[in-house]
């Protein structure tokens, strides 16, 4: 059987890629790839322009989700790592800090002190709980995650829709925690957002069409270690984690929509505030609960 190997891409060869140009029809791989009106265009066809007399803007290069191409494509990712660790080192000098940031639904911190949680008000921790951690195994496993699955995709998607991939799926993964959980648990680290990745990359591979199984496969053993965690005895949150795979799975769906068109800002920008509502009401009708 013929196992022909497919072209790398003309500016990076060592990423092999079944997408071309429609103008100069050379190979491009998801990071070089433009949307155009008819197809995709590398970055220099856009550069040269189209004739139309459009602002030099309007051929700037563009992610496959319609975001700018950076100069550095993995910045953001950087940024939520070097945050992650900024915090960590804040919650080993200050662990009161920790009680404040963490997620908890409702809990009297001393006899006689007043109730607090989210449930009071406190909604800043169903995202502060995001990017805090109190032991180096976690911080290190979830920022390994995250530089491998938020590079990609941060290069794919644009700076902006990306940050929005990863806050909706803390904020998802946090909702089904403060839903299902009990009230005085406290839950905290970036595993739900790092979810809501691997759920977003899961909808660009199926996009551009590639090979399912890898990507599958790691979703898969990602959930057998959620629900079987080595060791036995970690406190591994599920909710967090299912919470922020379907949120990204949901939030990719709307930034990666191939029949949006000229309409595509509206319904990556739609999209968004859905799944916020969905979120909202999931916290609401659990405070209303708890209350």
């Given at each position: 059987?013929?196992?022909?190997?497919?072209?790398?891409?003309?500016?990076?060869?060592?990423?092999?890629?079944?997408?071309?140009?429609?103008?100069?029809?050379r190979?491009?791989?998801?990071?070089?790839?433009?949307?155009?009106?008819?197809?995709?265009?590398?970055?220099?066809?856009?550069?040269?322009?189209?004739?139309?007399?459009h602002?030099?803007?309007?051929?700037?290069?563009?992610?496959?989700?319609?975001?700018?191409?950076?100069?550095?494509?993995?910045?953001?990712?950087?940024?939520?790592?070097?945050?992650?660790?900024?915090?960590?080192?804040?919650?080993?000098?200050?662990?009161?800090?920790?009680?404040?940031?963490?997620?908890?639904?409702?809990?009297?911190?001393?006899?006689?002190?007043?109730?607090?949680?989210?449930?009071?008000?406190?909604?800043?921790?169903?995202?502060?709980?995001?990017?805090?951690?109190?032991?180096?195994?976690?911080?290190?496993?979830?920022?390994i995650?995250?530089?491998?699955?938020?590079?990609?995709?941060e290069?794919?998607?644009g700076?902006?829709?990306?940050?929005?991939?990863?806050?909706?799926?803390?904020l998802?993964?946090?909702?089904l925690?403060?839903?299902l959980?009990?009230?005085?648990?406290?839950?905290?680290?970036?595993?739900?957002?790092?979810?809501?990745?691997?759920?977003?990359?899961?909808?660009?591979a199926?996009?551009?069409?590639?090979?399912?199984?890898?990507?599958?496969?790691?979703?898969?053993?990602?959930?057998?270690?959620?629900?079987?965690?080595?060791?036995?005895?970690?406190?591994?949150?599920?909710?967090?984690?299912?919470?922020?795979?379907?949120?990204?799975?949901?939030?990719?769906?709307?930034?990666?929509?191939?029949?949006?068109?000229?309409?595509?800002?509206?319904?990556?920008?739609g999209t968004?505030v859905?799944?916020?509502?969905?979120?909202?009401?999931?916290?609401?009708?659990?405070?209303a609960?708890?209350?």
């Open positions: 059987m013929d196992t022909e190997r497919l072209p790398g891409c003309y500016r990076h060869p060592d990423r092999d890629t079944g997408i071309r140009c429609a103008r100069c029809e190979p491009i791989c998801p990071e070089c790839m433009i949307s155009a009106s008819v197809g995709f265009r590398c970055p220099e066809c856009v550069r040269s322009g189209s004739g139309t007399g602002r030099p803007a309007a051929n700037a290069p563009r992610t496959l989700a319609g975001g700018v191409v950076a100069a550095d494509p993995q910045l953001v990712t950087k940024i939520l790592i070097g945050l992650n660790a900024a915090v960590f080192l804040v919650g080993l000098l200050a662990p009161a800090v920790v009680v404040q940031l963490e997620l908890l639904g409702r809990y009297v911190e001393f006899y006689g002190a007043p109730v607090e949680g989210v449930s009071t008000g406190q909604y800043h921790r169903l995202l502060t709980s995001v990017f805090l951690h109190v032991e180096w195994w976690h911080i290190i496993g979830n920022m995650g995250l530089w491998v699955i938020g590079g990609p995709l290069a794919a998607l700076r902006a829709r990306y940050l929005a991939v990863y806050l909706l799926s803390g998802g993964g946090s909702a925690v403060y839903l959980t009990a009230p005085n648990t406290p839950t905290l680290g970036a595993s739900g957002a790092v979810f809501g990745l691997l759920g977003a990359t899961v909808v660009l199926r996009r551009l069409r590639y090979e399912m199984r890898p990507v599958i496969v790691m979703v898969v053993l990602m959930l057998f270690l959620t629900f079987v965690p080595l060791g036995g005895s970690l406190n591994v949150s599920w909710q967090a984690h299912v919470g922020g795979l379907v949120t990204g799975a949901l939030v990719g769906l709307g930034m990666l929509q191939p029949n949006a068109g000229k309409h595509r800002t509206l319904v990556q920008a968004c859905v799944v916020f509502l969905l979120a909202a009401a999931v916290v609401m009708l659990r405070t609960e708890l209350t």
